[in-house]
């Protein structure tokens, strides 16, 4: 696992360009184009189980959907950051990618750092130091089990009729 650290105010232009917002739809379309403008290796070289950090307010900009279709698609375990845009914190339950709002384990993590989440109980072990976070209601946790909203919502209705 890697962990890509960032700075504040990551807008959704920086984590997918807007030029490609009606070009590229799939996840296999948006993979490519991840993070371009801002860390140009990172579609390349993310890895299925890696973890971003970032600082506050990750994610603001534009409403689009391709950065946490894309994130999601490459494998990022989570995102940890200090806070997050209102909008992309809900597409991403929606996607089923985990977000977690520690600013304190963004602020410990150093370079090379051993990184464990524990989403259930709530907490971080950055580097040997454990950090809380308010644990997530039950329903997302379920949202992020299933993949996203649609397979949950879907396996509800499919529960529902037997």
């Not at 696992?1 to 232009?13: A, L, P, S």
């Not at 989570?78 to 597409?91: D, E, L, P, Q, W």
Request: net charge negative; hydrophobic share 40%; charged share 25%.
């Amino acid at each position: 696992m890697r962990v890509w650290k960032y700075g504040d105010d990551i807008n959704t232009d920086m984590l997918f360009p807007g030029k490609y917002t009606y070009s590229c739809s799939t996840p296999e379309e948006i993979k490519p184009h991840l993070l371009e403008d801002l860390d140009p290796d990172f579609a390349e070289q993310v890895q299925p189980g890696d973890v971003i950090f970032a600082g506050k307010n990750f994610g603001c900009g534009s409403s689009r959907e391709q950065p946490v279709v894309g994130l999601k698609a490459v494998g990022v375990q989570a995102v940890i950051a200090k806070s997050y845009a209102r909008i992309f914190y809900r597409a991403a339950i929606n996607q089923g990618l985990l977000l977690i709002e520690c600013p304190a384990a963004v602020d410990a993590h150093q370079e090379g750092d051993e990184v464990r989440i524990d989403a259930t109980s709530g907490a971080i072990t950055v580097g040997g130091q454990s950090f809380d976070f308010p644990k997530l209601p039950p329903e997302i946790l379920a949202i992020r089990e299933a993949g996203g909203l649609l397979p949950y919502t879907i396996a509800a209705l499919e529960k529902e009729r037997s």
